[in-house]
């Protein structure tokens, strides 16, 4: 069965860097479009960025310009690479692969920000 496991996350302190790995099996990962959500506490879950098929990426505005996401087919793997990092990123981030209707979760991976 398909199935996404996230990796990367900890404590950092703010101004830190991260970078978040979502590796996925039982699944042809090249024609899922990837995306990185996170949930912070009392929160709705939010997405954060998205990559699509072909390696086109969107960002939540809050996100622009310190994430980077990016995606290895080959390693069926998608990565976040987190910059300047401040406690209102504190979250836990869950990797998603979607198709169609089609919808993956990953368990989630916990990022705290702070000093």
């Known amino acids: 069965q398909v199935q996404l496991v996230e990796s990367g996350g900890g404590l950092v302190q703010p101004g830190g860097s991260l970078r978040l790995s979502c590796a996925a099996s039982?699944?042809?990962?090249?024609?899922?479009?990837m995306g990185w959500y996170r949930q912070a506490p009392g929160k709705q879950r939010e997405l954060v960025a998205r990559?699509?098929?072909?390696?086109?990426?969107t960002y939540a505005d809050s996100v622009k310009g310190r994430f980077t996401m990016s995606r290895d087919n080959a390693k069926n793997t998608v990565y976040l690479q987190m910059n300047s990092l401040a406690p209102e990123d504190t979250a836990v981030y869950f990797c998603?692969?979607?198709?169609?209707?089609?919808?993956?979760w990953g368990k989630g991976t916990l990022v705290t920000v702070s000093s």
């Open positions: 039982g699944m042809l990962f090249s024609i899922y479009h």
């Open positions: 990559i699509t098929v072909g390696g086109t990426t």
């Open positions: 998603n692969a979607a198709r169609f209707n089609e919808n993956y």
